[in-house]
C-alpha cells in the first residue's frame, strides 16, 4: 500500500509503499499514528511549518458499502494536542482510487497554493487569486470548473475561518461533509493551503470476486435493513432532539437547561416537513443520512428575485447554533448554518463559544465594546453578525474567542460555564456522568470517542469504575473501526464476524482476537502519542455547570468525576 508524502515547503513530492504499515496496522487511525509519529514532532507549534497532517483511508475502500470516511490526524491548534477528525463526502474513494492508503503533508507553503493529486502525479497551484475568498462553497465551485476529474475527485478546502487561523475552522470536503472539528482548516490555513483536490482513476477488484459478492451483498442487506439506517434516512440525525429534549438531555442556552421551550420548532421532524429539499450520500453508502434544506432568499434591494439555498443541517448542528443559543426560527438556524458552513468553522464550537459570549456579556463580565453587537440568547440577527467578526477579528476579544472558549475564559473569566473539555468545546448531550467522562478521556474529547451519550440511556445505577471501563472498552473497539474508517453509523453493521469475514476476498486472514489486540494496541500507541504531545490527565477542568444543570440521571455529583478520574489516571500510568 502506497503513502503518498508532500513537502510544501518544498514543492517536492514522494511515493513511498508502507506495506509494513498496512499489514500490521490495518489502515486508517492505526497507519495514521504511525506516520505522525514517525513525522511529527510532538512539541511542534500547530500553527507552524512543523506540524504534519495525516489522511488515511483503510482497507474496505472501495470495497465495500458505508466504508466512505477518511481520517485526519495532526496536532490541533485548538487544544495543543493531539487532533483527529472524520470526514465522508467522495474523499476516501478518491484516495484509494489513486492508488493511497494514506497523504502525509508537511512544511509550508511561501505563497498560497492548492495541490492537485491525480493518481501518480501531484501539481502545485498557485492559489494567490482564491486567498481572500472567504467563501468555502465559492471556492469549491471556482477549482471544480477549473480542474478535472468530475465524478472521481475530492475538493478539499478551507474559507476564511481556516485562512484567519481560527482554531476550530474547519475543511471542508465536496460540500456538505467536513473534517470538522479540531481546526484541521487553520493548520490547512497555517499552511497557506487552500484546497487538496484528489482524482482518483483507478478501479477496484477484489482478489476472489465470488466470496467477495456474497460478504459485499451481506452488508448491503444488513445496511439497508437496519432500523437505525431506516431512520437516518427518513429524517436524519436530527431525529434525535424531540427525545433527548424529553430525557432533559438537550443543552439549552449554554446549558443554562436541558429542555427547550423551542424543540418541537427545531426538531428533525419539523425541519422534514416544511424545509426538507433532499438527501444525499456520501460515496458508497446506500443510507443517504445527509439532510438539505432548501432556503428561499431575497437578493438585497431586489423586489420578487431570490436565490435557493440549500444548506446541510444535523444534529450537532441544530443544538449547537439551536437550543444552545436559543434559537426558534428554523429559516434563523438555517441562516447560522449556512454562514459557518460558507466560512468553514466547526459548528459546535462556534456555538459553544457564542453561547459563553452571551452569558458572559448578561453576567457583566464583558460588554458591548468587546462583543460589538448585543448577544441575546434567540437573536439570531446578532449571532449572524458576531460569526462575521469571529472569523474577521477586528478586536482583541473577538480574536481571543476564535481561539476557543478555554483560551477566552481564561482571559474574560466565566470558566465555571465556559464548557469545553480538554480544551475542544462540548457536544450536544448531557445525558449523565457517561457522556461527560467520555469528553473528558475520549482520546479526541469528542462524543464520537465512546458514545458516552448511549450508555448513560442504556445504563442504570453505576459506579465510576464501571463507566470508565466501559469508555475505554467501547473506545478501544472504535479503534479497529476509525482503522477500518468506516462510518460509525455502521458500527452495528460491522460487527468483528461481518469484518474478519470481510477480509476474507481481500486475500487478508485475521481473526475476532487479533482484531480486539489491534484495538487496544492502537488505544494505547494513540495515548503515548497523546502523553508525548503533553497531555496531562490531573489538568483536565470540569467545567462546573455541568453539576449545576438537571440530566437524565438527575444532578451530577463532583465526586463521582473525581473517583473516575483518578481510576482512569492508574489505567494510563499502565499503559504508558
Ligand atoms: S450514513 Fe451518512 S455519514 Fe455515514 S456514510 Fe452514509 S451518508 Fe455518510
Known amino acids: 500500500m502506497n503513502v503518498l508524502y508532500i513537502d510544501l515547503s518544498k514543492y517536492r513530492y514522494e511515493i513511498v509503499n508502507r506495506k509494513d504499515l498496512f499489514e500490521e496496522w490495518i489502515g486508517g487511525v492505526g497507519v495514521g499514528i504511525q506516520l505522525l509519529k514517525e513525522e511529527l514532532n510532538p512539541n511542534a507549534d500547530p500553527l507552524s511549518e512543523e506540524n504534519v497532517i495525516v489522511f488515511a483511508i483503510g482497507p474496505f475502500t472501495p470495497a465495500y458499502p458505508l466504508a466512505s470516511k477518511t481520517v485526519a490526524l495532526f496536532k490541533s491548534p485548538l487544544t495543543g494536542n493531539l487532533g483527529e477528525s472524520h470526514a465522508g463526502g467522495r474523499t476516501a474513494t478518491s484516495i484509494a482510487n489513486a492508488g493511497y492508503g494514506a497523504i502525509v503533508i508537511k512544511g509550508r507553503s511561501k505563497k498560497p497554493i492548492y495541490i492537485v493529486v491525480e493518481n501518480d502525479k501531484v501539481h502545485f497551484r498557485d492559489a494567490r487569486v482564491l486567498w481572500g475568498i472567504e467563501d468555502s462553497l465559492i471556492v469549491g465551485r471556482i477549482i471544480a470548473e477549473k480542474e478535472k476529474g468530475r465524478g472521481i475527485r475530492t475538493v478539499m478546502r478551507i474559507g476564511g475561518g481556516g485562512e484567519k487561523l481560527v482554531r476550530y475552522a474547519c475543511v471542508t470536503t465536496e460540500t456538505y461533509r467536513h473534517f470538522g472539528r479540531l481546526g484541521l482548516g487553520a493548520v490547512f490555513g497555517s499552511k497557506n493551503l487552500k484546497a487538496l483536490v484528489i482524482i482518483g482513476k483507478r478501479s477496484y477488484s477484489p482478489k476472489d470476486k465470488k466470496s467477495y459478492k456474497k460478504i459485499y451483498d451481506k452488508i448491503y442487506k444488513i445496511s439497508l435493513e437496519s432500523d437505525a439506517m431506516q431512520k437516518y434516512h427518513l429524517i436524519g440525525t436530527a431525529v434525535n432532539i424531540l427525545p433527548l429534549n424529553e430525557l432533559k438531555s438537550l443543552p439549552t ?16 421532524e419539523s425541519f422534514a416537513a416544511y424545509n426538507l429539499g433532499r438527501r444525499i450520500a456520501c460515496n458508497h453508502c446506500p443510507i443517504a443520512c445527509i439532510h438539505i434544506a432548501a432556503l428561499r432568499v431575497p437578493y438585497e ?19 449547537s447554533l439551536g437550543s444552545m443559543l436559543g434559537i426558534h426560527s428554523r429559516e434563523g438556524l438555517l441562516r447560522l448554518i449556512h454562514k459557518v458552513e460558507a466560512y468553514g468553522l466547526d459548528a459546535i464550537s462556534t ?50 474567542l476564535a481561539k476557543g472558549v478555554e483560551k477566552a475564559s481564561q482571559v474574560y473569566g466565566g470558566k465555571e460555564f465556559a464548557l469545553a473539555f480538554g480544551g475542544n468545546e462540548m457536544p450536544g448531550y448531557h445525558t449523565g456522568y457517561a457522556a461527560h467522562l ?84 492502537i488505544y494505547a500507541e494513540k495515548l503515548r502519542l497523546k502523553v508525548k504531545m503533553g497531555f496531562n490527565i490531573n489538568s483536565l477542568r470540569i467545567p462546573k455547570r455541568i453539576l449545576e444543570t438537571e440530566t437524565l440521571h438527575g444532578k451530577l455529583d463532583k465526586k463521582f468525576f473525581d473517583e473516575a478520574l483518578s481510576y482512569y489516571s492508574k489505567i494510563v500510568k499502565e499503559l504508558i
Open 253 to 268: 442556552k449554554n446549558l443554562k437547561s436541558t429542555r427547550f421551550e423551542g424543540a418541537e420548532e427545531i426538531s428533525g
Open 351 to 400: 456555538g459553544v463559544c457564542l453561547a459563553w459570549a452571551t452569558e458572559a456579556l448578561e453576567k457583566k463580565l464583558i460588554s458591548e465594546k468587546e462583543t460589538i453587537v448585543k448577544l441575546l440568547f434567540g437573536d439570531y440577527e446578532a449571532y449572524l453578525k458576531a460569526i462575521d467578526y469571529l472569523v474577521r477579528q477586528p478586536n482583541d476579544f473577538y480574536k481571543t
Open 438 to 521: 467520555g469528553y473528558l478521556i475520549g482520546l479526541r474529547h469528542s462524543h464520537l470517542d465512546s458514545g458516552g451519550y448511549s450508555i448513560d440511556q442504556k445504563i442504570g445505577e453505576a459506579k465510576p469504575k464501571e463507566i470508565i471501563d466501559k469508555l475505554i472498552e467501547e473506545e478501544k473497539w472504535r479503534q479497529v473501526l476509525s482503522s477500518l474508517v468506516v462510518c460509525f453509523f455502521a458500527r452495528k453493521v460491522y460487527t468483528p464476524e461481518v469484518i474478519v469475514e470481510a477480509f476474507k476476498p481481500l486475500g487478508i486472514e485475521i481473526d475476532e482476537n487479533r482484531l480486539f489486540e489491534l484495538g487496544s494496541k
Open 301 to 319: 434591494g431586489e423586489r420578487y428575485f431570490y436565490k435557493t439555498i440549500m444548506i446541510s443541517y444535523d444534529y450537532e448542528l441544530i443544538y
